[in-house]
């Protein structure tokens, strides 16, 4: 395995994959010098080069992209073309536009690839045991959801507009992994409308409504949001016979006639073999490496990946 | 008999729960005020504590301000955690990841006016050199603790924050571990690490021949096994090994999920635990769960 890109989520990787069994880490790609002279006397006995082309002949059984944003399309699409490798695990989000996130999932479908996209909350024991109860139709059927997704990672910077319209804006940094986690509880969704309060270049915080086959929705996303020490995606979520409430740490189910059980991590057999920052990040890299390794179907996958790209792109187009 | 360790953790003052985040939004902020953080600590220790873990930040730096104000150092154990790795990451997002950071990080370094630690930096940055940039980090944050708490304060240990415990360890940096409690050794500081996967540390350190009684280890001990990696009976099994207790357990209330009777008998059986730290955000807290600490922690 290699990966590209050696910021916080290249590391992040690039240690679970070194502790996972039957897992080799050979090599890093990394443009700045200034990382690849630090990483040649960090990272002993791995390969660390410059450009993709170097990663040819490896043989890789599959590359992490952990690059910005705006480098994920020609980072993997160059991956697959120059059959660097055949498997890939892109960070979220998959790409800069729905374009150019629907150019690779049908290059990785022609290659016949194992893709995955890192919305790690999917990996989260609350979400898991949300969907589960929404499958058993432990409130019905849903009527209507409202989901947030707020951190304070910008609250009060004044001169903020550089480096949050590098990372994306705010939907593309934190708004995405609402999105997708609707898109995997609800199905296939569209948006309705949509509106933003921003500052000199990028949205601050933007609101949207959703409707799709099954129900419909809103979001609101904020990265100013004061109190959200750690960033946090929560849905409300209610139903014919009762209502559900899942975030990153709890969730919690009332019936209609008043009965309400709750769950947090510590209920949720919330342990891995390995703990680096956060246990999700463990069972996101292990369900890909299997699926990697049995040649079978990894999610959320380019295609599912690609969803979140239409409606964020639907948003913002909305928006203007 | 040496008398347990007993510290009380920072964590209600830099606002987090590790039960859930809706639980710090509706804390009284009043904890997260510096004067308010000094009085808990001073109320705990009067009750049983003996000592602080807390990371390095202004809000932590403050608080030894205050304690230092009102002569409450004297005495008490200081357990620094360091890096601070909530603020670096947030400073990260802002900055532009790892180079921005490490660019910010650098001036503050040399801001602080400290020279021993701006030659070591400036040596081992232009060489690239990760030994001389962690001595040089090293120095730096001991020096930030010294300007707040006093020369006279009573820096016990200085743990890696489990991420770079566990970001080491996972990369497998014998050298860095080696270095690290060499380094520290030389200071007259016990080295110490704060870690998730505590009974995979001790294996490896074990097969790198890094003596564990030469070292702190705070780890997560509870009795539901929250947060203890692989689980709870690995990590029980891994304390047998300790030669002496140099083990501080720490999340022992699970984020508050434990009742502190079930919580305190779960830990008091616990065998070559040197100590525990926990944090507290009210009078009635401060006071009764040290009291019950120290009764039952003998």
Redesign the interface.
């Known amino acids: 395995m290699a990966i590209i890109g050696v910021g916080k989520m290249g590391l992040v990787h690039a240690g679970i994959l070194n502790v996972l069994p039957n897992v080799e880490l050979v090599a890093l790609c990394e443009k700045s010098s200034l990382i690849r002279s630090f990483s040649k006397k960090v990272f002993k006995g791995l390969e660390i080069v410059d450009d993709l082309k170097k990663l040819e002949g490896f043989k890789l059984d599959a590359v992490y992209v952990t690059t910005p944003i705006p480098s994920h399309f020609f980072v993997a699409s160059a991956i697959l073309e120059n059959r660097i490798s055949k498997n890939l695990f892109v960070e979220k989000t998959l790409a800069q536009t729905y374009e150019e996130s629907k150019r690779l999932a049908d290059l990785a479908q022609t290659h016949q690839s194992v893709t995955m996209v890192g919305y790690l909350r999917r990996f989260y024991v609350t979400f898991n045991k949300a969907r589960e109860l929404l499958q058993k139709a432990a409130i019905g059927r849903v009527e209507f959801f409202k989901a947030y997704a707020y951190s304070s990672d910008f609250l009060g910077l004044e001169k903020k507009t550089e480096m949050s319209s590098s990372r994306g804006g705010v939907l593309r940094d934190l708004g995405c992994h609402a999105i997708d986690l609707a898109t995997w509880f609800f199905g296939d969704l569209e948006v309705n409308s949509a509106e933003s309060k921003s500052n000199e270049q990028a949205a601050d915080s933007v609101s949207f409504k959703v409707g799709g086959s099954q129900t419909g929705g809103e979001f609101d996303v904020s990265w100013c949001k004061k109190d959200y020490r750690m960033p946090e995606v929560g849905f409300s979520v209610t139903g014919s016979k009762g209502s559900l409430f899942v975030n990153d740490d709890q969730v919690k189910l009332e019936s209609q006639d008043g009965k309400s059980l709750m769950w947090y991590r510590h209920d949720l057999n919330d342990n891995v073999p390995f703990w680096l920052g956060l246990p999700e990040y463990y069972r996101e890299d292990l369900h890909f490496v299997k699926s990697v390794a049995d040649a079978t179907k990894a999610e959320p996958d380019f295609c599912s990946a690609m969803k979140v790209d239409k409606i964020i792109e639907d948003v913002v187009s909305g928006e203007s | 008999m040496t008398r347990r360790t007993l510290l009380v953790g920072d964590n209600p003052f830099n606002?987090?729960s590790h039960?859930?985040?809706?639980r710090?939004?509706l804390r009284e902020k009043a904890t997260l005020l510096p004067e308010r953080a000094a009085d808990l600590i001073h109320l705990a220790v009067e009750n049983g504590a003996n000592g602080f873990m807390f990371s390095v930040s202004e809000t932590t730096l403050s608080i030894l301000k205050a304690l230092k104000r009102r002569g409450a150092l004297e005495g008490l154990s200081l357990y620094g955690i360091v890096p601070y790795a909530?603020e670096y990451?947030?400073l990260?997002?802002?900055?532009?990841?790892?180079?921005g950071l490490?660019k910010r990080v650098g001036g503050r370094i040399i801001g602080s006016g400290n020279l021993r630690g701006m030659a070591m930096g400036v040596v081992g940055f232009l060489n690239?050199?990760?030994l001389a940039i962690m001595k040089t980090y090293m120095t730096y944050e001991i020096s930030r603790i010294r300007s707040a708490a006093g020369k006279e304060a009573k820096i016990d240990c200085i743990l890696f924050h489990e991420?770079i415990t566990?970001?080491a360890l996972?990369?497998?940096?014998e050298w860095l571990f080696k270095s690290y409690i060499g380094y520290m050794g030389n200071l007259g500081i016990t080295p110490g690490f704060n870690t998730?996967?505590f009974a995979?540390l001790v294996s490896k350190f074990r097969d790198w021949e890094i003596d564990l009684s030469e070292v702190v280890i705070a780890a997560p001990f509870n009795k539901?096994?929250?947060?203890?990696?692989?689980?709870k009976e690995e990590c029980e099994q891994a304390l047998k090994v300790f030669s002496k207790p140099s083990v501080i357990a720490i999340s022992i209330f699970?984020?508050g999920?434990l009742a502190p009777s079930d919580a305190i008998e779960y830990i008091s059986a616990l065998p070559k635990i040197k100590g525990v730290a926990t944090g507290v955000s009210k009078e009635r807290h401060a006071k009764e769960t040290f009291e019950m600490l120290k009764k039952a922690l003998k």
């Open positions: 606002n987090i039960l859930s985040q809706e710090t939004r909530y990451v947030k990260a997002t802002q900055v532009g990841g790892i180079s490490a690239m050199n990760p991420v566990d970001l996972a990369l497998k940096m998730c996967n995979y539901v096994g929250f947060q203890m990696a692989p689980c699970a984020g999920y």
